[in-house]
């Protein structure tokens, strides 16, 4: 069973056409291609009715930290409560995400995205110990061919992204905010309240921008664009108002020194100048405005600059993002629940077809290769999962009510002691799946 470093186990077909896929294949006969349908269309139904109950209970645990709430709750959790909340959410919301493929980003990877150039040009930072929660995943890392503005033309680049983006944080309470003195009508988030969002397309070295609490400021490329037209602006200004400059400094010292201690000629008023006051008042005006007004166009520039980066960086979320909150939790299960139907798909369809037993080792590679050879397409096949569900999924085979309700429970497929594994026949795996399904919802009349 190889291992694929540039691979994902993502499956990039919806489950229906995977379903056809499989038929198109040409190994069942019309026949057992309807049977075929059959079983998966009733997996589907099993599977879908099992992800709704995690979806209420990940919908359940949400509810005390949900920033969008506009329900009441009848009673009030205790911090017991939530913290047990807290962890059953975020340790299903970890299962639920690997479920549908995704893979986890470390603190470590995330530090060293943030440290490569992106391409919105910004220098960030974002404080993790703002986070008491914060799990990341991604899925789909590709590369794209992206248009960039360089030096008043258009030029095309290719970029690392990451086809999802899926980010939990869940922020620290008032009090550690408070502690840090920020305002909280400053904050663009609710402290003590957990924020998740998905998003497409991000280039892995723009990742920083999904945090809420990211911080942006200069590089040093647009601070010398920037200093470098203010100081030449400067100079002649400078050199402008340096007669009115030098006669203010030297009334000051006329007045507080004396006039014996200005040696320097430039320095030393003559005495007419020190009693006509207003030549002395429209000097100081005259240096206020003129460096007050370089002042202030400068920092509008700068304003502008800001304000133009923040523009760049919420039209990169707006167009980017699918879902937030608890609206994620929806899209997150239904890909769950794709991935997992399409991966024991595979394995039923290759098991069925095969004209010799296989271990899991071979049928993981058979299904790559399949996959690679029929439709060019390269994933790293996740064989453990499909191969547990098929075994745990268990049920009667004979329901014609001759008293069969007594068997045992056979499990579609079985490995032997060798490693090999064993599927029931097309016939057969169908009255399992049909039992199992007919009996997933038991009540007591």
Known sequence: MASYEDREAFIPYRRTDLIELCLEDGQLDAVEGQKFREFCSILSAYYHFQFHGYLESLKDNYAPFDPDADTKSRSETTSQERAAMESMLVADFKSILERANYTPLSQDSLQRAFEERSLIELKTHVDFNDFEQMVCYCRGDSYKIAGLKKFFRKVKKKINVFERVVLLIKFK?????????????????????????????????????????????????????????????????????????????????????????????????????????????????????????????????????????????????????LASNVRVFQSLIDAAEEEE????????????????????????????????????????????????????????????????????????????????????????????????????????L
């Open 173 to 321: 309470d008032e009090s550690y905010f408070a502690s840090k003195r920020a305002k909280p009508d400053k904050l663009k988030f609710m402290p003590g309240k957990m924020y998740i969002y998905l998003y497409k397309n991000i280039p892995k070295f723009d990742i920083e921008f999904l945090f809420p609490n990211v911080k942006t400021s200069m590089t040093w490329k647009d601070r010398l664009l920037f200093g470098i037209p203010a100081i030449g602006a400067a100079i002649p200004l400078i050199l402008k108002v340096l007669p009115q400059l030098l006669l203010v400094i030297g009334v000051i010292l006329f007045i507080t020194v004396g006039p014996s201690h200005l040696h320097l000629k430039e320095l030393r008023p003559s005495e007419e100048e020190v009693r006509n006051i207003m030549p002395l008042i429209v000097a100081i005006l005259s240096l206020v405005i003129a460096l007050g007004g370089f002042a202030f166009q400068q920092y509008t520039s700068y304003k502008s600059k800001q304000i133009k980066f923040q523009k760049n960086v919420t039209e990169t979320l707006f167009f980017r993002n």
């Open 341 to 444: 139907c399409k991966e024991i798909i595979l394995v039923f369809y290759h098991l069925l077809t095969t004209n010799t037993p296989l271990t899991s080792e071979q049928l993981d590679n058979r299904i790559e290769v399949w996959m690679d050879e029929k439709f060019g397409t390269q994933i790293d096949f996740d064989i453990h999962g499909p191969l547990h569900n098929l075994e745990e999924i268990r049920g009667k085979m004979a329901q014609d009510g001759s008293g069969a309700t007594n068997t045992p429970d056979v499990a579609i497929l079985s490995r032997d002691s060798q490693g090999y594994c064993h599927l029931l026949s097309l016939d057969d795996a169908l009255a399992v799946i049909d039992y199992v399904w007919d009996n997933a919802f038991l009540y007591s």
